[in-house]
């Protein structure tokens, strides 16, 4: 049974930074790969960056570009979001979702205060 794990979450000032992992269990990740997306009270759901499992070619939305960087650990199956310069913008639970099977995780808060 896949499952996906988010951790790393909490509250931070802004201008702070945190880092998000995503960990994989349950099956051999060779193909497809993770996608963060966030969700902020009475907002829709957005992208915020993704990563392929083989290529580790990444994208991210124009929100979190130059501030986000995501990157993998494939020994660990594992997806990290490292988030600098947070504003109380980014504020919002943070999930991610494993591609192209669409598992998600339980989310995790990010909170920014100014």
Request: net charge positive.
């Amino acid at each position: 049974q896949v499952q996906l794990v988010e951790s790393g979450g909490g509250s931070v000032q802004a201008g702070g930074s945190l880092r998000l992992s995503c960990a994989a269990s349950g099956r051999a990740f060779n193909s497809g790969g993770i996608t963060w997306f966030r969700q902020a009270p009475e907002k829709e759901r957005e992208f915020v960056a993704a990563i392929s499992w083989s290529s580790g070619s990444t994208s991210y939305g124009d929100s979190v570009k130059g501030r986000f960087t995501i990157s993998r650990d494939n020994a660990k199956n594992t997806v990290y979001l490292q988030m600098n310069s947070l504003k109380p913008e980014d504020t919002a639970v943070y999930y991610c979702n494993l591609r192209p099977d669409n598992y998600w995780g339980q989310g995790t808060q990010v909170t920014v205060s100014s």
